[in-house]
Every structure is written in C-alpha cells, then in structure tokens.
C-alpha cells in the first residue's frame, strides 16, 4: 500500500554541523507534507510544513525542500544544536484532513 | 494559552476490560485524531474526527471506538484490552485543510 517512509534511521552529527534528514513519499498525488520533531517522552511538535505548489520553505535554521519528481522530502537544519537531538518524522496528507507517517529518524547531536 | 490534553498519563489494565483515554482540546478545531505508536510503525492512525457526530475508522481501528459529542473532547475506547494494544496513544487536532496537526504529550498503556 502507500507508505512514506525514511532512508536512514539514525543519523550522527557534529554540533555546528549541518543536519540532512531524508524522507520517501510513494503517493504522487499527496498536496501536503510535514515534518515533526519528537523528544523522548513528548508528543510530536510541528518543525515545518510545505504544500505540493511548492518546492522549497524556509524556517528559523530549517529548511524543507520537495521534490516532486522523485517523490522525496528533505529537511535541513543549519548548525546543528544538541537541542535538536530529537526522532524525525515526515508525515503526508492524501485526501481529507490526516495525516500518514514515515517511520522516523534518530538525530543525533555529538558535541 | 489553547493546549491539548490526555489523561492519563500511564495506565495499566488487565486483558478484557474496557478501557477509555481522554483527550481534550481548547483550540475549538473542527478536527482531531487518535494515533498509536510503536518500535518499527511509526504513528498509525486508529481514528478521526472531523466535527461533532463524526467518526471515522482509520489504519488500525479494529478494537476500538470513539465519540464525538462536542469539539472540544474525543475519548478512545478500547473495547476489551488485549496485549497487542499495549502502546503508546496520541491524540491531535488540527485546524483545517492543509494546516498542522498539534499533538498531546501522550498515554502509555499498558495491558497484562
């Protein structure tokens, strides 16, 4: 069936570092996508989102970029923090109001 | 300040009882989710909402049910607690189309 899912399950930077984190979408027809931020313990907190008219959104030290011809979604984050030790997770909309997950990615900030 | 919340927290429950989780939101969206989560699966939604008197089953519905009798609340019921149902639940609402969804901090259940 349709799935989003992840490349790599853990990634390991150094602080200062820049952060890539990759996402698989297999729904072409997908128009909205996310990316949350998860802390142990805590309930995932939204980091960015971008619609299907887009290509590229920028945040405060993220970026999203989509690429609708491979079907890939990407999340940049700029000089990595320990803070943002966290599990990433992307996430699309088909349809109606909800959202389908990836499986997630560990970061992993080493000082 | 507008919030989500879950209680309880953690809960443990024995196999075959009915077992309800709360979650309540104060952002008056018209639309609310339950997801479980778990090693290996990511979120998985179980049910939605998109305004009182709807529901709808989602990924892994079976086993449980939901009500909606105002925006604001959107209890999970789990039928008769089985071991598979031990996990991590997650409530969220959202706003509207294409908006982001919020999230609860969480209810981890238990069933021995």
């Known amino acids: 069936g349709e799935s989003v899912g992840l490349h790599l399950p853990t990634l390991s930077v150094q602080e200062g570092d820049n952060s890539i984190i990759n996402c698989a979408y297999s729904n072409s027809a997908s128009d909205y996508f996310i990316w949350y931020k998860q802390e142990s313990g805590k309930g995932p907190q939204f980091i960015i989102d971008i619609r299907s008219n887009m290509d590229k959104r920028q945040g405060q030290r993220v970026t999203v970029l989509l690429n609708k011809t491979v079907k890939h979604l990407s999340l940049q984050i700029a000089a990595t923090q320990p803070g943002d030790s966290a599990v990433y997770f992307c996430?699309?909309?088909?349809?109606?109001?909800?959202?389908?997950f990836g499986t997630g990615t560990q970061l992993k900030v080493e000082l | 300040d507008a919030e989500i919340t879950q209680s309880p927290r953690h809960k443990i429950t024995e196999t075959g009882r009915q077992v309800t989780l709360a979650c309540h939101q104060t952002?008056?969206?018209?639309?609310m989710f339950w997801y479980r989560q778990d090693l290996g699966h990511g979120l998985r939604l179980i049910h939605y909402s998109y305004g009182v008197q709807d529901t709808n089953k989602g990924e892994v519905s079976d086993g449980y049910s939901v009500s909606r009798s105002n925006t604001e609340d959107l209890p999970l019921t789990l039928e008769s607690a089985a071991s598979s149902q031990t996990s991590v639940y997650f409530c969220a609402s959202s706003e509207a189309t294409n908006t982001e969804a919020f999230f609860g901090q969480g209810t981890r259940l238990t069933v021995v």
């Open positions: 952002w008056n969206h018209n639309n």
């Open positions: 996430a699309e909309k088909l349809g109606g109001n909800k959202l389908t």
